[in-house]
């Protein structure tokens, strides 16, 4: 059974820095392109950043220069460094992950469960 362990979130002021970090664990033949979303109160989830297989990343404007997504496929981890926080960046941070399971079997999307980060101002 796959899952996706989050960690890493918590409370912080304006300015500051978080790294969150998503483990992925289970039957896991491959995976390809892994990402960060979040959700605040009463908005829809959105794209954070986002990083395929070979490293190629993309962020949402409003995290560029503020935000890092990194992977390191030797431990099925995917890092998410957020510095310059903001009180807007407020929100349930979930990770994703396209994985595939066995020989011959579909891609998949995976979620986490979510970690909170608030920012204070």
């Known amino acids: 059974q796959v899952q996706l362990v989050e960690s890493g979130g918590g409370l912080v002021e304006a300015g500051g820095s978080l790294r969150v970090s998503c483990v992925v664990s289970?039957?896991?033949?491959?995976?390809?392109?892994m990402g960060w979303y979040r959700q605040a109160p009463g908005k829809q989830r959105e794209l954070v950043a986002h990083?395929?297989?070979?490293?190629?990343?993309n962020y949402a404007d409003s995290v560029k220069g503020r935000f890092t997504i990194s992977r390191d496929n030797a431990k099925n981890t995917v890092y998410l460094q957020m510095n310059s926080l903001k009180p807007e960046d407020t929100a349930v941070y979930y990770c994703h992950a396209d994985l595939q399971e066995f020989v011959r079997s579909p891609y998949k999307a995976y979620w986490g469960q979510g970690t909170q980060v608030t920012v204070s101002s």
């Open positions: 990083i395929t297989s070979g490293g190629t990343t």
């Open positions: 289970g039957s896991i033949l491959s995976i390809n392109a």
